[in-house]
């Protein structure tokens, strides 16, 4: 299995710029995260899939932050417009079955807006 | 609020010695409990988790972790590390049938050889 897939791994922008992160999670699990890590906040989880429905959403930090899944294979995240504390790593992480169960990291992409 | 506390933010250990990392949550329902590794340059990754049963909780490289309920801890424990548990640790909390997954801080691990 090639466990969750995330990309890019880095990404450089500038402020005001849109950015967009995907994940593709692994085949046959029906529930996908969102994760930011930041040395200020730690790992907060910022959106929860089920079956491609976002179940709960309250972790997005504000409007300018989206996040879709158009099937069970892909995900998006995106910032627009970005800003400098936008700057983190985001993780994919999926599941066999609800929050609750083991849930598969991805790699992180990490995110630089100047 | 809810939170996932993690006591120690750095420890360094040599090799052999015990090691203990304290988790406590302020959930006052019933939790699920989990501890994740980090390794340099790798991904997140299940250490073990609780959910129910026996509360001493054995996971992979020899870690264990013991669920106190009255102490809402989750502790982290193995009796003797090596340099390759080098890595940062971090508990989670999910409330039984809640959407929101908490993690604490992290406790970065460093074990001198």
């Known amino acids: 299995d090639a466990g969750v897939i995330q990309s890019p791994r880095h990404e450089v922008t500038e402020m005001g710029q849109e950015v967009t992160l995907r994940c593709k999670p692994i085949?046959?699990?029906?529930?996908l995260f969102w994760y930011r890590q930041t040395m200020m906040r730690g790992l907060e989880l910022l959106i929860y899939?089920?079956?491609?429905?976002?179940?709960?959403d309250s972790g997005m930090p504000e409007d300018r932050f989206s996040a879709k899944m158009p099937n069970a294979s892909f995900s998006t995240l995106k910032i627009q417009p970005s800003e400098p504390r936008d700057s983190a790593v985001y993780f994919c992480?999926?599941?066999?079955?609800?929050?609750?169960?083991?849930?598969?990291f991805g790699p992180g992409t990490r995110l630089l807006v100047l | 609020a809810q939170s996932v506390s993690q006591h120690n933010h750095h420890v360094i250990l040599s090799e052999a010695a015990s090691l203990e990392l304290g988790c406590n949550y302020s959930?006052?329902?019933?939790?699920?409990l989990f501890w994740y590794v980090q390794y340099p340059g790798q991904h997140l990754q299940l250490l073990l988790k609780?959910?129910?049963?026996?509360?001493l909780v054995k996971g992979i490289k020899g870690f264990e972790a013991e669920f106190i309920k009255s102490k809402f801890s989750f502790n982290l424990r193995k009796p003797s590390v090596q340099w390759s548990d080098t890595a940062e640790y971090f508990c989670?909390?999910?409330?039984?049938?809640?959407?929101?997954?908490?993690f604490g801080a992290g406790t970065r691990l460093t074990v001198k050889p």
């Open positions: 992480a999926s599941s066999a079955g609800r929050i609750q169960e083991t849930q598969y």
């Open positions: 085949s046959g699990h029906n529930s």
């Open positions: 899939f089920n079956n491609n429905v976002p179940i709960d």
């Open positions: 959930y006052g329902g019933t939790v699920n």
């Open positions: 609780y959910f129910s049963g026996d509360p």
């Open positions: 989670a909390v999910t409330m039984y049938n809640n959407n929101d997954m908490r």
